[in-house]
């Protein structure tokens, strides 16, 4: 039985799942279509925050527009747009369960551009944010086929290093537009900063319409029927949909799809570390969100910069992203190989939640000193406590997003949009109470607030889970 199995091409590592003796199953495609995919989805996970992050460049272009205050700006269209975010990728995910990967991202894709149209072109507030919060709902989809398209196409020991870089991509998104934008509004009208992230996503719909295939494979079938169409019309057929809704009654029905979140969503190998990473990544929206506000703002609340200088500040945490992503890189597979070492060739999925011991002392140091950056209006401390806090989210989301997809690992989509939700409902309250809490007690109270919550909850969640979990995991098994 043993010397049946499919290694690795180093002969190395057990390849698990299995691939099929079937040209068909993306676990057998060459290492260049997998990285094909690899990229596209991850530009495609770029497309939500980036979109939402225009608002933040356009914030006091909008509110002159408008006739209305940034602070109205980014309570009606941010935040909620945010909000929406999280709801979004629950949904798509029951579609994905039923219908296939590429069609449901195919169409959301096609819809989120359709209003994001809409939101460059509106003539009233009421208008915009409508247009701007269904982009983020229909926007939210690759934020959750990520976690599948990467399960679907690469064996468990690639795994942890490519969801390094899909999520590297929506962490990396929401800075982007800010940087790129805020050049360009203080010479244009904030409506090109929305069409040219139209034509960021036209492009990527291009992608997914013309060079992404299906990587749903229903590996629990003994006898797969035969596909009805070749060539170019199975392509189409699948894009749309069709090839999708045929193959829906031997997937999982209704019922169990519109409860499979809830499913996973109580168990506590999986609840506990997702409110941690809630107020992790949560914190982060937040500091994301306000600190145009703080950067931009005339003393004693900020710092006075010009619209240019705002911009370039966004460049710190896009290196920082890059930064987490290489450290991560490396790190999740020493952790794996020292774990799979010491116990005999088997792998817990608890030793992934290590690399959370690293991220939280960054965050506190990063959040500690972008608070008193904030209050003491030090740019030097401001960029350095900003910088120093996205690396530790980085590292931690891998290394949640890695952990919850070994414990459940044939519910990614459930896991992807549960953790998707945690962070967005996570972090669009926070820029609600902000800005006006640090004007009236400080912004390093504020921050050394938040950063406590963190660590109470880290203290509370990750060793517990590390204890308890195999525990957990026997008892509360999917």
């Excluded at 009233?124 to 990467?150: D, S």
């Excluded at 002392?361 to 910088?387: D, H, K, R």
């Amino acid at each position: 039985m043993a010397s049946r199995l499919k290694l690795s091409p180093d002969g190395l590592k057990v390849l698990w799942p299995q691939p099929a003796n079937d040209p068909n199953d993306p676990q057998n495609w060459s290492d260049f279509r997998k990285t094909m995919h690899l990229i596209i989805i991850t530009m495609s996970a770029v497309v939500p925050d980036f979109d939402s992050g225009i608002g933040i460049a356009s914030i006091f272009g909008l509110a002159q527009t408008y006739d209305t205050t940034s602070g109205v700006i980014n309570d009606l269209t941010s935040n909620w747009s945010i909000f929406l975010l999280g709801w979004g990728g629950i949904f798509w995910v029951m579609l994905m369960r039923r219908y296939g990967r590429l069609p449901v991202l195919f169409w959301s894709q096609l819809f989120a551009l359709a209003f994001l149209v809409g939101a460059t072109l509106a003539p009233n507030l009421a208008t915009f944010a409508g247009m701007r919060c269904l982009t983020a709902f229909f926007g939210t989809c690759p934020q959750v086929t990520g976690l599948y398209v990467v399960t679907d196409i690469f064996p468990f020991h690639l795994q942890a290093r490519k969801l390094n870089i899909w999520t590297s991509g929506f962490v990396i998104s929401p800075f982007l537009s800010p940087f790129v934008f805020g050049f360009l509004v203080v010479r244009v009208s904030w409506r090109w900063a929305y069409a040219i992230g139209s034509i960021y996503s036209v492009i990527v719909l291009f992608l997914i319409a013309f060079f992404m295939e299906e990587t749903m494979y229903d590996r629990s079938l003994v006898s797969k029927p035969p596909r009805t169409s070749t060539g170019l019309r199975y392509r189409f057929e699948t894009l749309i949909g069709v090839t999708g809704y045929k193959m829906a009654k031997y997937r999982p029905r209704w019922p169990e799809v519109l409860l499979a979140s809830l499913d996973v969503a109580w168990r506590p190998q999986f609840f506990f570390v997702v409110l941690f990473e809630a107020f992790v990544f949560g914190f982060s929206i937040g500091v994301n969100t306000t600190n145009v506000v703080f950067i931009g703002s005339p003393p004693p609340v900020g710092f006075g910069f010009s619209q240019y200088a705002v911009a370039g500040a966004y460049v710190t945490p896009i290196v920082a992203v890059l930064f987490g992503e290489f450290i991560g890189r490396y790190v999740n597979d020493i952790i794996m190989n020292l774990n799979i070492r010491k116990n005999g060739g088997f792998f817990e999925a608890e030793s992934r939640l290590w690399t959370c011991y690293l991220a939280m002392p960054l965050y506190v140091c990063g959040f500690l000193t972008l608070g008193a950056g904030i209050q003491n209006l030090s740019e030097a401390a401001l960029i350095m406590g900003w910088g120093i806090a996205i690396v530790a989210i980085t590292l931690n989301t891998v290394a949640v997003y890695a952990y919850c997809n070994d414990c459940f690992p044939r519910r990614a989509g459930e896991v992807s949009a549960l953790l998707n939700f945690a962070r967005s409902v996570g972090g669009f309250a926070v820029a609600y109470f902000q800005v006006p809490w640090a004007t009236q007690s400080g912004a390093l109270t504020v921050f050394g607030v938040e950063a406590a919550l963190v660590i109470a909850m880290f203290l509370i969640a990750v060793p517990m889970t590390q204890l308890k979990g195999s525990y957990f995991r026997a008892r509360f098994a999917l």
